[in-house]
C-alpha cells in the first residue's frame, strides 16, 4: 500500500446509524486530516491532527467525532447525520515543518438517506 | 478572511492547444501555494507546490507561476491532451498567528480537452 488510503470508497448509511471512515497514510507524515466535499462549494476543512493532537476542529458538528490513535491512522466517526451530510469525505496528510505539500486519499462518499 | 478565486468554472479546448488556468487570492500573506487535479468522484493528486518566495515550479508539461503581491497564481498547461480532462483546484496556506494548518481552496476549473 503507498499513499493515503481511505475504506469504505462508498457508504450509504440512514439517519440513525452510526459508522466510521477509515484513512492511512503510508507516507511517514505526522500531520492528518479531514475534508468535507460538496457539490458546487469549495473544500471545507473539518479537523486536523499534527502528532496524534486535534489542533484545528473547524465548527463541525458534534455528530462527527474523530479519532486519530496514531500518526498513520485517522478515523472519522458518524451517527444521527443529516441529508446535507451527504458529501465526499476526503482524507490528507502532510509533514509538519516541510513544505507543507498535502497529499489526499481517494475520498468516501457518504449518502445519508 | 482569506478567499480564493477561479476563473473560469469551466473550459473546454480542442487537443493539442496549450491552455492558461487563473487562480486568485484576497490575501498575500501565505506560506504557499498548491494546484491539485481531481478527477470525477476521486481524491486530489498534487501537481505542484509553490513556496512564497518561489516565482514558478515545473513539471513536465505543468508550468505554475506565483505572483504573490498581485495575488495570483497561474497553471499553464502545453499540449494539452484529453487525459488532461478534470478538476483542476488551487488552495493557498495562509500565514496565521499559531501556525495553523488549514488551506483555503478554490471551487475549481472544470477542464475538458476534446479528442
Known amino acids: 500500500e503507498t499513499g493515503v488510503t481511505q475504506t469504505p470508497r462508498h457508504l450509504v448509511m440512514g439517519m440513525t446509524n452510526k459508522k466510521s471512515l477509515k484513512c492511512e497514510q503510508h507516507?511517514?507524515?505526522?500531520?492528518m486530516y479531514w475534508y468535507k466535499q460538496s457539490a458546487k462549494k469549495p473544500l471545507e476543512l473539518m479537523f486536523v491532527y499534527n502528532f496524534k493532537e486535534q489542533t484545528e476542529n473547524n465548527s463541525v458538528p458534534s455528530r462527527f467525532s474523530p479519532e486519530c490513535p496514531n500518526s498513520s491512522h485517522l478515523f472519522l466517526h458518524l451517527h444521527t447525520l443529516q441529508p446535507e451530510d451527504s458529501a465526499l469525505y476526503l482524507c490528507?496528510?502532510?509533514?509538519?515543518w516541510g513544505p507543507g505539500e498535502l497529499f489526499f486519499g481517494e475520498g468516501s462518499r457518504l449518502t445519508v438517506l | 478572511k482569506q478567499e480564493v478565486t477561479q476563473i473560469p468554472a469551466a473550459l473546454s479546448v480542442p487537443e493539442g492547444e496549450n491552455l492558461v488556468l487563473n487562480c486568485s487570492f484576497t490575501d498575500s500573506a501565505i506560506y504557499n501555494l498548491q494546484w491539485f487535479r481531481q478527477d470525477p468522484g476521486k481524491g486530489l493528486t498534487s501537481l505542484l507546490l509553490?513556496?512564497?518566495?518561489?516565482r514558478e515550479q515545473t513539471s513536465g508539461r505543468l508550468n505554475a507561476s506565483l505572483d504573490k503581491s498581485s495575488g495570483r497564481s497561474t497553471l499553464y498547461i502545453a499540449a494539452s491532451q484529453p487525459g488532461d480532462s478534470a478538476t483542476y483546484l488551487c488552495?493557498?496556506?495562509?500565514?496565521?498567528?499559531?501556525?495553523?494548518?488549514?488551506?483555503?481552496f478554490g471551487k475549481g476549473t472544470k477542464l475538458t480537452v476534446n479528442p
Open positions: 509553490i513556496q512564497s518566495s518561489q
Open positions: 488552495a493557498v496556506r495562509p500565514i496565521t498567528q499559531g501556525g495553523s494548518e488549514k488551506l483555503v
Open positions: 507516507l511517514g507524515h505526522n500531520a
Open positions: 490528507a496528510s502532510s509533514q509538519i
